[in-house]
């Protein structure tokens, strides 16, 4: 059993890293084609801004561009990555 843990809890970490990392690229792109490269790399550089474009973009995509797997993959990633670390996770609270 503990060996299923530890399988699942690398997979949900392998699910959330790859997620994250292609979603990241995808929503740049989305980004610099709406807004041009000089203001997506201001965005870029004060963080706070970053993070809130980042969560807009996925409903931007799909609202806008009628395009909802950026929002699919992203959201739904993370979901599957958390299923993953819960299981891994089961059976292992301290009280």
């Known amino acids: 059993m503990k060996t299923i843990k ?42 706070p801004l970053l993070s809130f474009v980042l969560v807009i973009t996925p409903f931007y995509a799909g609202f806008a561009q009628g395009d909802w797997r950026l929002a699919a993959f992203s959201y739904g990633g993370g979901f599957i990555g958390t299923i993953f670390l819960a299981i891994g996770n089961y059976g292992n609270s301290s009280n």
């Open 6 to 47: 530890t399988i699942s809890m690398i997979f949900g970490i392998f699910i959330y890293a790859v997620t994250g990392i292609v979603s990241l690229i995808w929503e740049w792109s989305i980004v610099v084609d709406t807004i041009g490269f000089f203001w997506a790399l201001a965005s870029f550089i004060a963080f």
